[in-house]
């Protein structure tokens, strides 16, 4: 299956800054990955997704990089808020469908 | 609409007891998937149901958990004669369908912990 992970478990920002969380993968056969959010005591949300035929893939405040010659991906998030204050999971479905592996994660604090 | 609901949220038990996990998918989403985390881990692949196929059961890790689908409705996992390490939350998802980019949507868990 596919091992992804994330490169720091805490990444603190003053709010109004832009974040950035990054995350490697393993299986350069990998198409299609996810970022996710999970805020405190909830299940993960899905945030915005991309496909490997794309280097960059915008939404609404959050901008997802894909590099898939050094196999890593990145979030950023812009003008960062306190309601971003959650755990971040990147994910890349396997198996042919979503049989979905997820990194650890990186906790996102913001410092008001 | 309604998402996807767990119960119970919160589950205690004795070590050596079985315990019966219920997952609600979103109407009409014929994929529904389980999940197990760990403190401060990431998500741990349980199975998949797809429709009326056989359930994909390689990510449980041992014969005492098994779960359940009736149709595309009410999922349950079961573990049986539970283990301490057992103790995690156990998320509930739901897709549309199986296709790689359908969005999967998750319950809110529920917390396993064995005394």
């Known amino acids: 299956g596919e091992s992804v992970g994330l490169h720091l478990p805490t990444l603190s920002v003053q709010e109004g800054d832009n974040s950035i969380i990054n995350c490697a993968y393993s299986n350069s056969a990998s198409d299609y990955f996810i970022w996710y959010k999970q805020e405190s005591g909830k299940g993960p949300q899905f945030i915005i997704d991309i496909r490997s035929n794309m280097d960059k893939r915008q939404g609404q405040r959050v901008t997802v990089l894909l590099n898939k010659t050094v196999k890593h991906l990145s979030l950023q998030i812009a003008a960062t808020q306190p309601g971003d204050s959650a755990v971040y999971f990147c994910?890349?479905?396997?198996?042919?469908?979503?049989?979905?592996?997820f990194g650890t994660g990186t906790k996102l604090q913001v410092i008001p | 609409g309604a998402g996807v609901s767990q119960s119970p949220s919160n589950k205690v038990t004795e070590k050596g007891k079985d315990v019966e996990l219920r997952c609600d998918p979103i109407?009409?989403?014929?994929?529904l998937y389980w999940y197990r985390q760990r403190l401060g881990q990431g998500l741990e692949f349980l199975i998949y149901?797809?429709?009326?196929?056989?359930?994909?059961k390689s990510g449980l890790p041992s014969d005492r958990f098994s779960a359940e689908r009736t149709g595309e409705s009410v999922s349950t996992l079961t573990i049986q004669r539970t283990q301490q390490e057992d103790s995690a939350v156990y998320l509930c998802?739901?897709?549309?369908?199986?296709?790689?980019?359908?969005?999967?949507?998750f319950g809110p868990g529920t917390r396993l912990t064995v005394l």
């Open positions: 109407s009409g989403h014929t994929a």
């Open positions: 149901f797809q429709g009326n196929s056989a359930p994909d």
């Open positions: 994910a890349a479905p396997w198996g042919g469908y979503q049989k979905v592996t």
């Open positions: 998802a739901s897709s549309l369908s199986d296709y790689l980019t359908d969005t999967q949507y």
